[in-house]
């Protein structure tokens, strides 16, 4: 009995070490446009509008806010790899990206519009399509009921 409760014991304990990836915390580009010493240098997890142009990768806070080039509305991103492979279903559509924010410049010290933007991204998942709004799939579903 007790090598029962001791193997419990220590699969709890190695359970909780080794439990599930937790994603930096959430914020709102309004919360990195309105303190962005708050978040420089701190891993965040935002999702926002994402368009892949060149010299002008950003997210915005709407779609509405890109159609209508409302830049302070925006922080740039840093691209990388991955989100290169995936850029034709996550250009022009809500993204989540996970980053590093940070107020400093970037590549060639070239000034990039807005407070800051995101760097050294670890993840970029299409949250929600411009075409086909992940409200509507809610909405159908409760059609259906």
């Known amino acids: 009995m007790k090598k029962i409760s001791a193997l419990l014991i220590l ?10 990836k937790q994603l930096p915390p959430g914020v709102s580009i309004i919360q990195l446009i309105a303190n ?10 935002v999702i926002g509008f994402m368009t892949i142009a060149f010299e002008s990768d950003m997210l ?12 302070p509305n925006a922080v740039w991103f840093e691209r990388n790899p991955s989100i290169m492979a995936d850029s034709e279903r996550l250009d022009m559509n809500y993204v989540e990206i996970v980053g590093t ?6 590549g060639f010290g070239l000034g990039r519009p807005g407070v800051g933007g995101i760097k ?10 411009l075409k086909h709004p992940i409200a509507e799939r809610f909405a159908n579903t409760h059609k259906k009921h």
């Open 36 to 45: 962005p010493e708050k978040y420089n240098g701190q891993t965040v997890t």
């Open 101 to 106: 924010f940070t107020t400093d410049t970037i």
């Open 60 to 71: 915005y806070l709407s779609h509405e806010d890109y159609q209508h080039a409302i830049v």
């Open 11 to 20: 699969l709890i304990l190695c359970g909780q070490a080794a439990g599930p």
């Open 120 to 129: 050294n991204i670890r993840s970029a998942v299409l949250q929600s399509e």
